[in-house]
């Protein structure tokens, strides 16, 4: 692995499992203890991957659903710990990983602010001085003085997104941001995502979208059940994903409406 100055991610021979535990009778699991069955099973979610970031690249992480990117954004961003392997990381890391994460349900929104720009590794000076144009990025008008447990999935992200995207980062790190949001405001994430590129941060963007990924980033990488199935080149990696060749599909819509991402 080549490390510098300028490298801002290693993640290095990373494998993360988890236990499914399935559900089970009471009689199954008498069954299972007496014959000595396992009832729970471990399975890989982030399989040996490794790959080196420079600082100011922008990744697209793409893969199907389950293939691993949440996991992997989380070892990133050092929520989940790796079992084996290893994730160095350059500097602050702000993000969207999880919308509704970092957030108390009985606090207002406005109190949430100053408690996530906390979380996040804002002083109480800064978040006050980047307060106003936190809400009206968010754009979530009397809401905001009301408890965050009410809120609606897209009313979380803004406000995440919000906070997130207004901390002074080297690494920014989106998932799951663009799904839940209305059109207007995946637009507006967009731009701000473009701008945080343009500063020179980090950006690691789990998405479905090849436009936006088009649009957005300089590699791709693919997951595919937990196992790193592509590194490189925007427009291979998402050749890459097609992946049956010989099926049907539909010709892709690749404009400003292809917004979508990570559900
Ligand atoms: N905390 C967890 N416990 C057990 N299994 C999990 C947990 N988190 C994710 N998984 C499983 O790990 C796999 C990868 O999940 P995830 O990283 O969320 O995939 P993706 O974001 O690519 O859709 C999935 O099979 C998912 O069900
Ligand atoms: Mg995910």
Same mark, same amino acid.
């Given at each position: 692995?080549?490390?510098?100055?300028s490298?801002?991610?290693?993640v290095?021979?990373?494998?993360?499992?988890?236990?499914?535990r399935?559900?089970?009778?009471?009689?199954?699991?008498?069954?299972a203890?007496?014959? &000595?069955?396992?009832?729970?099973?471990?399975f890989?979610?982030?399989?040996?991957?490794?790959?080196?970031?420079?600082?100011?690249e922008?990744?697209?992480l793409?893969?199907l659903?389950?293939s691993?990117k949440?996991?992997?954004?989380?070892?990133?961003?050092?929520?989940?710990r790796?079992?084996? &392997?290893?994730?160095?990381t350059?500097?602050r890391?702000?993000g969207?990983?999880?919308t509704g994460?970092?957030f108390?349900?009985q606090?207002?929104g406005?109190e949430?602010?100053?408690?996530?720009? !906390?979380?996040l590794?804002?002083?109480e !000076?800064?978040?006050?001085r980047?307060?106003?144009?936190i809400?009206?990025f968010?754009?979530?008008?009397?809401?905001?003085?009301?408890p965050?447990g009410?809120?609606?999935s897209?009313?979380?992200?803004?406000?995440g997104?919000a906070?997130?995207?207004?901390?002074?980062?080297d690494?920014?790190l989106?998932?799951?941001?663009?799904?839940?949001?209305?059109?207007p405001f995946?637009?507006?994430c967009?731009a701000r995502m473009?701008?945080?590129r343009?500063e020179?941060?980090?950006?690691?963007?789990?998405?479905?979208?090849?436009?936006?990924?088009?649009?957005?980033?300089?590699?791709?990488?693919?997951?595919?059940?937990?196992?790193? &199935?592509?590194?490189?080149?925007v427009?291979?990696?998402?050749k890459?994903?097609?992946y049956?060749?010989?099926?049907d599909?539909?010709?892709e819509?690749d404009d400003?409406e292809?917004?979508g !991402?990570?559900i």
């Amino acid at each position: 692995m080549s490390h510098s100055a300028s490298t801002s991610i290693v993640v290095d021979g990373v494998t993360k499992y988890f236990t499914l535990r399935y559900q089970r009778t009471l009689k199954q699991m008498t069954v299972a203890a007496v014959k &000595g069955r396992e009832i729970t099973d471990t399975f890989k979610a982030v399989d040996d991957v490794s790959f080196t970031v420079e600082q100011g690249e922008s990744i697209g992480l793409m893969g199907l659903n389950g293939s691993g990117k949440s996991t992997l954004l989380k070892l990133v961003n050092g929520i989940m710990r790796p079992d084996s &392997g290893k994730v160095l990381t350059r500097g602050r890391i702000a993000g969207l990983i999880a919308t509704g994460a970092g957030f108390h349900p009985q606090l207002t929104g406005r109190e949430n602010v100053f408690l996530n720009a !906390a979380v996040l590794g804002m002083t109480e !000076a800064e978040t006050r001085r980047k307060f106003d144009e936190i809400v009206e990025f968010a754009d979530i008008g009397r809401f905001l003085d009301t408890p965050v447990g009410n809120y609606s999935s897209g009313m979380f992200a803004r406000l995440g997104f919000a906070v997130a995207v207004h901390v002074d980062s080297d690494i920014f790190l989106a998932d799951e941001v663009l799904a839940v949001g209305d059109k207007p405001f995946k637009k507006k994430c967009l731009a701000r995502m473009q701008e945080v590129r343009a500063e020179g941060r980090t950006l690691f963007y789990v998405s479905h979208a090849a436009g936006s990924v088009r649009k957005m980033c300089d590699r791709v990488i693919v997951l595919e059940q937990g196992r790193l &199935g592509f590194d490189g080149d925007v427009n291979e990696g998402i050749k890459y994903l097609k992946y049956d060749p010989d099926e049907d599909m539909p010709p892709e819509v690749d404009d400003d409406e292809d917004l979508g !991402a990570d559900i």
